[in-house]
Nanobody, 123 residues
């Protein structure tokens, strides 16, 4: 049983960009949905974006729509989150996740969580 592994977090100035990666086999995990969540101290873990691994259909939280892009590389079993026009309020620990259904993942019913990667946006 594989656990998703995130990378690519770091410190960036407001308006800058980062790209997060999450390596995990959706097929090996028997999950058709993968996505990203974020969390700040004292807050609930928040849905950011998701992708249907089979079809490539994407879903976004309103707060990141137009700025973030989720994508997948099937050959590499890797998911990406391209984050542009970053704002200080995007600062959080970002987690990749996998689940059986996109809607289940969207609502936080997650089968597998990554360990998280810190994204810090300075004003």
């Amino acid at each position: 049983q594989l656990r998703p592994v995130e990378s690519g977090g770091g410190l960036v100035q407001a308006g800058g960009s980062l790209r997060l990666s999450c390596a995990a086999s959706g097929r090996a995990l028997s999950n058709n949905a993968r996505g990203w969540f974020r969390q700040t101290p004292g807050a609930e873990r928040e849905f950011v974006a998701a992708v249907n691994w089979g079809t490539g259909t994407t879903y976004y939280a309103d707060s990141v729509k137009g700025r973030f892009t989720i994508s997948r590389d099937i050959a590499k079993d890797t998911m990406y989150l391209q984050m542009n026009s970053l704002k200080p309020e995007d600062t959080a620990v970002y987690y990749c996740a996998a689940s059986s259904y996109v809607e289940a993942l969207r609502q936080g019913s997650v089968a597998h969580w990554g360990q998280g990667t810190q994204v810090t946006v300075s004003s």
